[in-house]
């Protein structure tokens, strides 16, 4: 038997004309006898995306968004919040059969720890916008 070799064309952009480089496909396909066998090769991508060291290089050299004091500042936002979090914490009472409105509403509790919070919030905005 005469071997019948037919040589075939694939698009693999699975409906999308809009790409400039269509990945194609060569399949090979061989009848010697009841086996087939197949061949792919694929052209490789030539697009805006260079795989060179170059541009692998410049992107473990870009610079980070905040620097050093910034992080310090950020660091100083988040505690003074977490002590103004402590202050406002407890309201234990001593004996669970009576209740004092002096532990629960106290100025610690009530006024000095969301001053503390809000000026950790300051201090987080201002350390965002810091140059």
Same mark, same amino acid.
């Given at each position: ?6 040589? /075939?064309?694939? $698009?693999? @952009? ?5 790409? /400039?480089?269509? @990945? ?8 010697? $006898? ?17 795989? @060179?060291? $170059?541009?692998?290089? @410049?992107?473990?050299?870009?610079? *980070? +968004? ?5 992080? *310090? ?9 977490? +002590?103004?979090?402590? *202050? ?22 009530? *006024? ?8 950790? +919030? ?10």
């Amino acid at each position: 038997m005469a071997k019948d070799k037919s040589k /075939k064309i694939i $698009s693999t @952009n699975q409906g999308d004309s809009s790409k /400039k480089n269509s @990945n194609k496909k060569i399949v090979d396909t061989g009848v010697a $006898s009841s086996k087939k066998k197949v061949v792919v090769k694929s052209k490789p991508n030539v697009g805006n995306f260079e795989t @060179n060291r $170059s541009s692998r290089t @410049n992107v473990a050299t870009q610079e *980070l +968004l905040f620097n050093r004091n910034n992080y *310090l500042f950020i660091a100083a936002a988040f505690g003074i919040i977490m +002590l103004g979090m402590l *202050l406002m914490m407890g309201g234990d009472m001593p004996d669970s059969n009576t209740w004092d409105e002096s532990i629960i509403y106290s100025t610690r509790r009530t *006024l000095l720890a969301p001053i503390v919070i809000l000026v950790g +919030l300051v201090v987080g905005v201002y350390s965002i916008f810091r140059d």
